[in-house]
C-alpha cells in the first residue's frame, strides 16, 4: 500500500532527511515548509489535511528559538502549543495519524537516570512550557492516533547545528571551552527519520500503540565529550578541547542538566530504538563535515 504523508516545517533538517526517507520508500509526500503553511492558522491547517488526505500528519514545524521564548512565550505558545492542536483537530476530523515532535526540553533535566516516557513534564524553560503543551494537545484530541516523539542534541547535513559549528570553530580555534556539566544524546537526524517513518507504518498497522516514544540516540555524552569526538573525527588534537561548566555560557532560558531519555516504549511497538550515538556519528560525520565545508563527500566541490 503506498501511504500519503504530509510534513509540516517541511524546511527543516529532520523534515528533509523523513522526505528522504519516505520517498526512498515510495510513499507520496508533501512537505509544507513555512511559506507554504501558517500552522497557527486554522482555516489554513484544515484546508491543507482536506485537500491532501493524508494518512499521517508529521509535525516538525516548531518555534526553536529557545532563548527569544522567554520573553516572547505568547508567540512561541502558538507555534508550539496551539498550532499542534489544530492540526490534532484536522488530522481527526479527516481520520489521520499525527506524529507530534517535540522536545527533551519537556522535562526539570535534574534526573540521574533516563526519563521514561511516562515520566512527569516538568519543564523549567518558556521553550519547554510551549513543547509540553502542544504534546498535551495532541495526545488529548488524538488518544488513539496521536503519537509524541520526544527528541533532543540534533544534527545532521541539513541545517545548523552543534556539530557542524563545532567542526567550523575548530578550523578557528586553537582551544575550545566547552560545557561538561550537561548530559544528553546525540541524534543524527537521518537515523531518527527512519525511526519516524517506521513509527508511523506501525501506527498504520496497528502494531505501534499511540502515545509518547523517545527519538534520541542511545547511551550518553556531555557537550564536552561529543566535541572531543568530533575533534578526533576530524583528525584534530581532542586535548584542544577543554571541559568548562554552564555558568560560563549563562543564557535567557535555563538548559536541562540531564537529557537522558529512556527507550522502553519501542519494544510494545516491536521497532528497535535509535543505535548508539556515536556509531552513528561516525557514519553520519563525512556528509555532516562535507555540508559544512561546501563539498561532495563523495569527492570534488559541491
Known amino acids: ?75 512561541a505558545l502558538a507555534v508550539n502549543g496551539e498550532a499542534p492542536r489544530l492540526l490534532a483537530a484536522a488530522c481527526r476530523a479527516n481520520g489521520a495519524v499525527m506524529i507530534q515532535i517535540s522536545t527533551d526540553y519537556v522535562f526539570d533535566g535534574d534526573a540521574s537516570a533516563p526519563y521514561p516516557e511516562s515520566a512527569r513534564a516538568a519543564p523549567k524553560s518558556a521553550y519547554g512550557r510551549t513543547k509540553a503543551a502542544g504534546e498535551r494537545a495532541v495526545l488529548d484530541l488524538l488518544p488513539e492516533t496521536g503519537y509524541v516523539v520526544r527528541t533532543a542534541w540534533l544534527y545532521g547535513a541539513g541545517g545548523p547545528n552543534f556539530v557542524r559549528t563545532m567542526i567550523r570553530l575548530e578550523a578557528l580555534k586553537d582551544t575550545l571551552d566547552v560545557v561538561d556539566d550537561q548530559r544528553g544524546q546525540p541524534t543524527w537526524t537521518a ?44 583528525g584534530a588534537d581532542p586535548e584542544r578541547v577543554r571541559p568548562t561548566t554552564s555558568e560560563a555560557f549563562r543564557r535567557p532560558a535555563p538548559r536541562p542538566a540531564y537529557s537522558v531519555l529512556g527507550h522502553d516504549r519501542w519494544a510494545g511497538a516491536g521497532i528497535e530504538p535509535l543505535r548508539d550515538w556515536d556509531e552513528a556519528l561516525t557514519e553520519a560525520f563525512a556528509a555532516v563535515l562535507a555540508a559544512e565545508r561546501g563539498t561532495d563527500h563523495r569527492g570534488g566541490t559541491g
Open 1 to 75: 500500500m503506498v501511504t500519503t504523508w504530509l510534513i509540516t516545517g517541511g524546511g527543516g533538517m529532520l523534515a528533509t532527511d523523513l522526505r528522504a526517507d519516505l520517498e526512498e520508500r515510495g510513499a507520496n509526500v508533501v512537505a509544507l515548509a513555512r511559506n507554504d503553511l501558517d500552522v497557527t492558522d486554522a482555516a489554513a491547517v484544515n484546508a491543507a489535511v482536506s485537500a491532501h488526505r493524508p494518512d499521517i500528519v508529521v509535525n516538525c514545524a516548531a518555534w526553536t528559538a529557545v532563548d527569544d521564548a522567554e520573553e516572547r512565550e505568547r508567540e
Open 191 to 234: 537515523d531518527l527519520a527512519d525511526l519516524v517513518t517506521r513509527l508511523g507504518l506501525g501506527a498504520l498497522a496497528g502494531t505501534a500503540p499511540a502515545g509518547v516514544y523517545h527519538g534520541t540516540g542511545s547511551g550518553e555524552t556531555t557537550w564536552f565529550g561529543l566535541t572531543r569526538r568530533i575533534f578526533a573525527l576530524l
